[in-house]
Each structure stands twice: as structure tokens, then as C-alpha cells.
């Protein structure tokens, strides 16, 4: 029998989550834990090169590690922790500074993008990779699944554990990257890309009532009752299809095509569909929220088992690189 794969991936938390990323990142991230073994991590010390609200930082943390956790993600047989927990990647990010030329970060897109818009620029957005490197090196990792927007940053941390892989012999594996080349786009209520800054979002969690007002307000065209309507392709389809069985779509689309259906009707199903998917995430996730140190529990274990895999890789990089252990 072949061994499961280890994968990893870090999980930046910014505020509300919204369907759009439950859909496009949650849920197909979700579905790598029947055959891999899943490494997730909440990175807050990540979060820190950006957000300097602290109070914004802790409960982004805990918002985003109950929702993974309500949405599926199976703590007994895989590995969710808070980046912060294991603080040891912060020395062996240090070990994979001192291995790469300054010049090289520079060239990072994100560094890139915040001089050329005027933006104070702290150091650890400069070293924002070299963390990310370790985070990866750190757990022995095989694969690394991002989208187009990461592929730098692996390509980054496979240079660094190269870099210090030539220096010092095989002590780094590199892991391969995993590019998930369409990143699906869900559509907000506007038809734009759902997206915080377009605020045109449906929050995964809000109360049952709201996630009504929500949908119901979402944009369609201005065909009267009578006349038929075409489901696929629009803003109203799109969402219907993740959240429905391919009859259910077929059904809608084919009583929307007779005419005599309105839109408002067709929401009506539409949240009818997230709502049996989204409810029970809801009362877990509610549940989480609201018992702190049951939350804390599990992320405790989450960072004890992540350590048992770093402590081991941490001391084979301190002693090839010539520290001197300390008994
Ligand atoms: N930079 C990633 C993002 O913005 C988050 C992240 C941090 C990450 N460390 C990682 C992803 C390690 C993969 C592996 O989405």
C-alpha cells in the first residue's frame, strides 16, 4: 500500500467568511482528507505584516479555525492548528533567511506590488516568504496545493530549501506544488466577484433570516412572470449549482424555461438549497463560538501533533547547520 500523501496549507483569516470562499476554497480543500494526509494551519503570525488590530487578530483566528472545523474538517484523523501554537517556525525561518539573497525577496510580487502603490512596507512583508517557506520545511511536507496567486511563494521556499540543501547536504524536503489552476469565481449579489471589497457578499454563518433578505436580493434581469427565463449561466444558476444535485438544477431549469416562474421564486429554492447545507455548519459552528475552551482543546491537540512532526525536522536543521546542542 502506498503511504497518503502529506499536505499542507496555511489559511490566511480575514474577517466574515462569505460563501464565496466556502465554496471556492473551504470545500474543495475539504475534500483532499479522504485520500492525503491534511496539515492545515490558521496563519496568524501571518495575519500580523497587515492587520495591527489585535482584538481583529485573535477573533479572526478563532472565527476562522470554528468555521473550518464546522464546515468538516476532521480534527481526529488530520491536523488543524494556529500557526502561532508552534512557534518554532520562527526559528527555522530564521535558519532559511540566512540562505537567501535579499535581491531574490525583492523580486517577491506582493513586496513588489506594496512599493509600487507608496505603501510603508515592514519587514515582514519582505520576509512574508521566508515564513511561508517555513511553514512548509518545517512538517516534511509532500504536496503544497495553492492557486496561481501562491505559485511564487512555493517556488520561494523550494529555492531556500535548495539554497540551504546545498550548503549543509539533504536535511529539507522539497515539497511539489499542487497548482489548482481554475480556482472556481463565485459570482456576489451584483454578479461581480463575491468579494469583501466589492460588499456584495453572503456571509457563510448569518442567521437564517438574513441569509433570506440576502438572496432575495440578489441581481437578476426584469422578464415579467409569463415570460420563460433561462437558469444557466446566471448569477442565480451559478449559485444553485453548488448547492443543488444535478436533477434539481435540471427541474429548475426546466420550470423556469416554461414561463410562468418568477425570479423571486427561484431564489426562494436557491436559499432553500444553501440553507440544507449551510444549517447544520451553522448550529456547529454557533456551538464552537460560543465554547472557547472546547475550541481551544482542539487546537491544542491540533499544535501537540504538528510539533511531534516539526520538533524532529527543527533539530535535524540545527545540528547541520553547526549549533551547538545544548544538553
Ligand atoms: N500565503 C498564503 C495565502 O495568502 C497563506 C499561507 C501561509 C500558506 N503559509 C502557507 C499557504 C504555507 C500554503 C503553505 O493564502
New binding site residues.
Given amino acids: 500500500m502506498t503511504q497518503r500523501k502529506r499536505l499542507?496549507?496555511?489559511?490566511?483569516a480575514t474577517g466574515q467568511i462569505h460563501l464565496g470562499n466556502y465554496l471556492a476554497v473551504i470545500r474543495p480543500a475539504l475534500e483532499f482528507q479522504s485520500d492525503a494526509e491534511c496539515l492545515y494551519?490558521i496563519?496568524d503570525l501571518?495575519a500580523l505584516t497587515k492587520n495591527k488590530n489585535a482584538e481583529q487578530v485573535r477573533s479572526n483566528t478563532l472565527d476562522v479555525l470554528a468555521t473550518w472545523i464546522a464546515a468538516g474538517f476532521d480534527y481526529e484523523r488530520h491536523t488543524l492548528w494556529i500557526?502561532s501554537h508552534v512557534p518554532q517556525v520562527t526559528e527555522l525561518s530564521w535558519y532559511l533567511s540566512c540562505c537567501i539573497g535579499v535581491g531574490h525577496l525583492e523580486k517577491g510580487h506582493a513586496y513588489k506590488d506594496a512599493i509600487a502603490t507608496g505603501k510603508e512596507v515592514n519587514h515582514g512583508l519582505l520576509a512574508?516568504p521566508v515564513?511561508?517557506a517555513a511553514?512548509?520545511l518545517l512538517y516534511d511536507v509532500d504536496v503544497?496545493p495553492?492557486?496561481k496567486?501562491?505559485k511564487q511563494?512555493?517556488e520561494f521556499?523550494r529555492d531556500m530549501a535548495g539554497s540551504l540543501n546545498s550548503l549543509y547536504g539533504e536535511v529539507l524536503k522539497l515539497p511539489e506544488i499542487h497548482l489548482e489552476e481554475e480556482v472556481m469565481v463565485i459570482p456576489g449579489l451584483d454578479g461581480r466577484k463575491m468579494s469583501k471589497s466589492y460588499d456584495n457578499t453572503i456571509p457563510l454563518f448569518c442567521k437564517r433570516e438574513e441569509l433570506r433578505k440576502k438572496v432575495m436580493s440578489l441581481k437578476t434581469d426584469s422578464l415579467p412572470l409569463e415570460a420563460p427565463k433561462e437558469l444557466r449561466g446566471t448569477l442565480l444558476g451559478i449559485l444553485f449549482g453548488c448547492f443543488s444535485t444535478k436533477e434539481e438544477f435540471e427541474d429548475l431549469e426546466r420550470r423556469l424555461a416554461q414561463g410562468g416562474m418568477g425570479w423571486g421564486h427561484a431564489k426562494d429554492e436557491l436559499f432553500q438549497a444553501i440553507e440544507r447545507e449551510v444549517a447544520p455548519l451553522r448550529e456547529r459552528y454557533e456551538e464552537l463560538r460560543r465554547d472557547e475552551e472546547k475550541l481551544m482543546q482542539i487546537a491544542r491537540e491540533g499544535a501537540e501533533r504538528a510539533r511531534s512532526i516539526a520538533l524532529p525536522v527543527l533539530s535535524r536543521v540545527r545540528r547541520a547547520v553547526g549549533l551547538v546542542e545544548a544538553v
Wanted: charged fraction near 10%.
Fill in positions: 499542507l496549507t496555511g489559511i490566511t494551519f496563519a501571518h500557526q512574508y515564513l511561508m511553514d512548509i503544497v495553492v492557486g496567486d501562491q511563494h512555493i521556499c
